[in-house]
């Protein structure tokens, strides 16, 4: 079955970095967009960067310039590089995979806190 599994959470003083991993397993990886969401509790997850399958990237704009969204397909492996970490990206960081009409799937997140 499909499964994600993300990495590298923790706490961090601001403009410092991070790199989250998600192991992905159970589908094909290479042949599908991925991204990473982020949500804080009260709060709608919201997407913060996505990957295409032909490894065309987007990013929200309060995390463009800062984040850098990638993927090994060899590995089955998506990341997160998180510089220049602000407080408000404070958030549980999930990985997800939209494997259209065979499913939507999300990790079980790692927590990012951004405090001095």
């Known amino acids: 079955q499909v499964q994600l599994v993300e990495s590298g959470g923790g706490l961090v003083q601001p403009g410092g970095s991070l790199r989250l991993s998600c192991a992905a397993s159970?589908?094909?990886?290479?042949?599908?967009?991925m991204s990473w969401y982020r949500q804080n509790p009260g709060r709608e997850r919201e997407q913060v960067a996505a990957?295409?399958?032909?490894?065309?990237?987007y990013y929200a704009d309060s995390v463009k310039g800062r984040f850098t969204i990638s993927r090994d397909n060899a590995k089955g492996k998506l990341y997160l590089q998180m510089d220049s970490l602000k407080p408000e990206d404070t958030a549980v960081y999930y990985c997800?995979?939209?494997?259209?009409?065979?499913?939507?799937?999300w990790g079980q997140g790692t927590q990012v806190t951004v405090s001095s």
């Open positions: 997800n995979a939209d494997l259209s009409q065979y499913g939507n799937y």
């Open positions: 159970g589908f094909p990886f290479g042949t599908y967009a």
């Open positions: 990957i295409g399958a032909g490894a065309g990237t």
